[in-house]
C-alpha cells in the first residue's frame, strides 16, 4: 500500500477492533469515555484518542493501529498493515472512499479541522498561556506563528502540527491550562521548529519543551527543534530517522526514567543512521521548568 492507502486504513479502524478480534474485553468499570481499558487474561491496553491511540500501563509500549497490531501479532510493519485493512473489510484499492459507517468517530479529515482553528495570535487565550504560564518569548512565538505550526484550539489551548518528511499534517498536540492530549484521528511523527535540514536536531517529548529549549538556546540557527509528543509509533521512528541522517542527533528528553528510555532508543537510531549523538538533560524535570526557572 502506498501511503494514501495506509492513510486510509488507518481512519477507519479503531485500536479498539484490533483488540477484539484478538480475543481482548472491555472493562467497562474502569473505563471512560476517553480511556478504555480492554484485558486479556493479564494483559491490559487502554485505547486513547477517539480509537487512534493505545498504551500498555504496565510497559512503554504505545502507539498507533499499526503498532498495535505489530505487536499482539509480532509481525513486521507491512504485514500489520495488511491485517488491520483486513479488518476494514477492504483491500483498500487506490481512489477507494469507505462508507462512512465505518469511519471511527471524529474522523473528519485533518486538514479541515486544522484549517477551521484560528491563527496563532499573541493577544489571544492560547498566546496568553503560552507567554505568561509558560514563559515563552513572544518574538519566538511570532515565528511559530508565521511558520503555522501552532494553531488556537478551544479553551485557551494550542494545537502544535506533527508534519511527516514532505511537510504533510499527520496530526497535533493539544495542550492548555486544563488539558492535554493529541487529535484524534491523528498520528504522531514530528514537531519541527526551524530548518528542515539543519545539521543539529534535539528531539523532546513536547512540542512546548522543543520551544523551550529553542528559548533557551535563543533560537540556534543551526538546530531543528523537535517533538515525538510522547508518543514513539512507527511513524515518529521514520521520521527522526529522516532528520538524523548527516545530522548530530541530541536527545532532550525529560530528565526521569521516561526520558532516559526515549534517550536510549534515539540513541540507537544515531547508531542506526551513522550520526553523532548527544545526550542532552535539563537541570530541571523539563525543558519548560527550566526556562519558567530562568524566568522567575
Not at 489571544?124 to 519566538?140: D, H, I, Q, T, V
Request: net charge neutral; with cysteine.
Amino acid at each position: 500500500m502506498d501511503r494514501q492507502q495506509i492513510e486510509l486504513v488507518r481512519s477507519m479502524v479503531s485500536c479498539a477492533s484490533v483488540l477484539v478480534a484478538a480475543g481482548f474485553q472491555l472493562d467497562q468499570r474502569e473505563s471512560s469515555r476517553q480511556a478504555l481499558k480492554f484485558r486479556r487474561g493479564g494483559e491490559i491496553v487502554i485505547v486513547t484518542h477517539d480509537g487512534a491511540g493505545w498504551f500498555d500501563p504496565l510497559s512503554d509500549n504505545k502507539g498507533d493501529v499499526f503498532a498495535l497490531a505489530g505487536l499482539l501479532d509480532r509481525v513486521p510493519f507491512n504485514v500489520s498493515v495488511e491485517r488491520v485493512g483486513g479488518l476494514a473489510g477492504v483491500d483498500c484499492p487506490p481512489g477507494f472512499s469507505p462508507p462512512r459507517l465505518w469511519i471511527r468517530r471524529g474522523a473528519r479529515p485533518l486538514i479541515e479541522r486544522w484549517d477551521g482553528r484560528p491563527a496563532f495570535v499573541l493577544n489571544s487565550a492560547a498566546g496568553r498561556y503560552l507567554s505568561n504560564e509558560r514563559a515563552l518569548p513572544p518574538a519566538l512565538l511570532k515565528v511559530a506563528a508565521r511558520a503555522d505550526i501552532v494553531r488556537q484550539g478551544p479553551q485557551g489551548s494550542t494545537w502544535f502540527r506533527h508534519e511527516d518528511g514532505d511537510g504533510g499534517l499527520t496530526g497535533w498536540e493539544e495542550r492548555g491550562p486544563k488539558w492535554r492530549g493529541f487529535s484524534s484521528g491523528g498520528a504522531k511523527t514530528l514537531f519541527r521548529f526551524g530548518k528542515p535540514t539543519s545539521p543539529r536536531v534535539c528531539v523532546t517529548e513536547a512540542a512546548i519543551d522543543a520551544l523551550s529549549l529553542a528559548a533557551i538556546e535563543r533560537q540556534r540557527l543551526d538546530t531543528l527543534y523537535a517533538s515525538t509528543g510522547g508518543g514513539w509509533s512507527p511513524s515518529t521512528v521514520e521520521a527522526i530517522k529522516a532528520i538524523a541522517a548527516g545530522a548530530m542527533l541530541l536527545a532532550a528528553t525529560d530528565a526521569d526514567p521516561q526520558g532516559e528510555v526515549y534517550a536510549d532508543r534515539l540513541r540507537h537510531i544515531a547508531d542506526c543512521a551513522g550520526c553523532d549523538f548527544i545526550r542532552l538533560r535539563p537541570r530541571a524535570s523539563d525543558w519548560n521548568e527550566e526556562l519558567t526557572g530562568k524566568t522567575e
